[in-house]
Each structure stands twice: as structure tokens, then as C-alpha cells.
């Protein structure tokens, strides 16, 4: 009798023990969560600290619950996903229409890295705005036009500003984003015109300057700049419509390239029309 009784008060007790225990599980798996999530902050905000690479920490972060994705991998490219993912939802909806946590939620990052890379919304915005085509060659090789004959100077510019045509998805965000800044204007183009556009122009009218020997810049020489830029500028801003037409221009790389150089063609025979036209100008008032 008292050996029945005992075994039913072990059994009662085992099963009281698989309760609680079973019962704790969503919490401890909580729990596990909240620390992979303080860790992963901690990574972000403090990558550069030594105790990241401690052999505590290491260990701490190996029992806690295993991700889907490698944790360093993320952590290294978290500004990056952010900024992608900020460009795909600030194209969608706009500045105002984008919710931050919305923007966190796609790029699996913590709220509080917006303030860390970015300051705020704003400055999420702006680095979406621009950032995706800042190593756009066209940025970079502006001063090279002067230092080239002209036919490479245009060859150059021309290949260099196409070059983001070739950047598929990202290219028609980009855009997208562009045109919405256009009609829910935020600050932005402006920044971008003072910034990349403006002085773009400029290197272009120095070249027209150098290569039509003038003494100085003349309204002519802006309106020749703006040609040739602007026909460049149309298969950005005609993207859709130059692909629903003749969609081989624009279908792969090597198509863009002889783009580019078919453009740097029309461009020199516009020049030299305009050098004509001042020569024909300059000598009728002499006559």
C-alpha cells in the first residue's frame, strides 16, 4: 500500500515538473529572442568595440536561439539593406506616405539604426534619394572632360552617364523615387541639382567653352549643353516608353554601351553645326 502510494505521488510530481516546464516554454523562448535581439543591437550600434570578439560574448551569442541568416553578414550590410529597403517603400509611397518600421521591418533592422546611421526619417530619405547611384561614374570623371580630345571626352560622358541603365530594378526605383520628389517635393532635387547636376552642366559648357574657343560662356553654350545632355537624359525619363518601343536599345549592357557611343556621334556633329553657325554668324557681321 504505502509502495502504491509512493509511486503515485512520484508520478504526480513528474507531472507537475512536465507541467511547469512545458509551460515556460514560450517564455524561455522569449526570453531567447529578447537576447538575440540585444545582441544583434549591440553589434550594430558597437561593432567596433573589443568585447564583441570575447570569447563570452561568442558564447552567449551561440546559445541563444540559431537565426535563419548568418547574423555577421547581416550585420555588416544593416545601412546598406536599410537604405534598399527605404528606396523601395519612399519609391512606393512617398516621404510622408513610408513608415520607418515598415522600412526596419523589410531590411531586418532595429528601429533605433535609423537614428544611428541616418539622424532620422529625413536623413533616411535624403541617403535613399541619392545614395543608390552616388558611384555612378558620371560623378566621378566630370574634371576629364577638358584633359580629353573631344570625341573621347564625349565618349566618356556618354558611357558614364548610361551606366546606371544597366542597374535593372535599383535603375526604375530610382526613378520612381525621382519623379514622386518632383510632385511631393521634399528638399531633395535641390540638393541634388547643387550638388551633381548643376556641376555635371558645368564641366560639359567648360568643354564646349575649350573646344569652340570662345572667350566667354555665352547663352548659346547652355543651350548646346542642355541638347546634349538632355538626349541622355530622355532614356531616364522616357525609360518605359523607349522600351515599350524598341526595347533592344536598352536590353543589355552591351546595347547601352553602343548607345553611348551612337549619342557621342550625334553630339560632336551638334558642335560642330554650332561651331559653323558662329563661324557663318561672325563673318556675316564683318561682311
Not at 35 to 56: E, G, K
Not at 62 to 67: L, V
Request: aromatic residues 10%.
Amino acid at each position: 500500500m504505502n509502495g502504491t502510494l509512493r509511486q503515485a505521488q512520484h508520478e504526480q510530481k513528474w507531472s507537475l515538473s512536465c507541467s511547469t516546464y512545458f509551460m515556460h516554454i514560450p517564455y524561455i523562448h522569449t526570453l531567447s529572442l529578447t537576447i538575440n535581439r540585444l545582441i544583434d543591437y549591440y553589434v550594430n550600434i558597437h561593432q567596433s568595440f573589443d568585447f564583441i570578439s570575447s570569447p563570452y560574448f561568442i558564447a552567449l551569442k551561440q546559445r541563444s536561439m540559431p537565426k535563419i541568416q548568418d547574423n555577421a553578414a547581416k550585420n555588416t550590410s544593416a545601412r546598406s539593406r536599410l537604405v534598399l529597403a527605404a528606396l523601395h517603400i519612399f519609391a512606393e509611397k512617398g516621404f510622408e506616405g513610408a513608415s520607418t518600421r515598415e522600412i526596419c521591418e523589410m531590411a531586418e533592422a532595429n528601429i533605433s539604426a535609423i537614428r544611428y546611421y541616418f539622424g532620422d526619417k529625413a536623413g533616411l530619405y535624403r541617403a535613399a534619394f541619392t545614395e543608390p547611384m552616388c558611384d555612378a561614374p558620371c560623378r566621378r570623371n566630370t574634371t576629364a572632360y577638358t584633359t580629353l580630345a573631344l570625341p573621347d571626352a564625349l565618349k566618356l560622358f556618354f558611357r558614364d552617364f548610361l551606366d546606371p541603365l544597366k542597374r535593372g530594378e535599383e535603375f526604375r526605383l530610382v526613378m520612381k523615387l525621382h519623379f514622386r520628389e518632383m510632385i511631393e517635393p521634399t528638399g531633395a532635387w535641390q540638393q541634388e541639382i547643387d550638388a551633381e547636376i548643376k556641376p555635371q552642366h558645368e564641366a560639359i559648357v567648360a568643354l564646349l567653352t575649350q573646344h569652340l574657343v570662345l572667350t566667354r560662356v555665352d547663352i548659346d553654350a547652355h543651350r548646346l549643353a542642355f541638347a546634349i545632355i538632355g538626349m541622355a537624359v530622355h532614356y531616364y525619363v522616357g525609360h518605359e516608353v523607349v522600351s515599350a518601343i524598341c526595347p533592344q536599345l536598352l536590353n543589355s549592357p552591351k546595347a547601352i554601351d553602343t548607345l553611348a557611343e551612337r549619342l557621342a556621334g550625334y553630339a560632336a556633329a551638334m558642335i560642330e553645326a554650332d561651331a559653323n553657325r558662329r563661324l557663318s554668324e561672325s563673318n556675316h557681321e564683318k561682311n
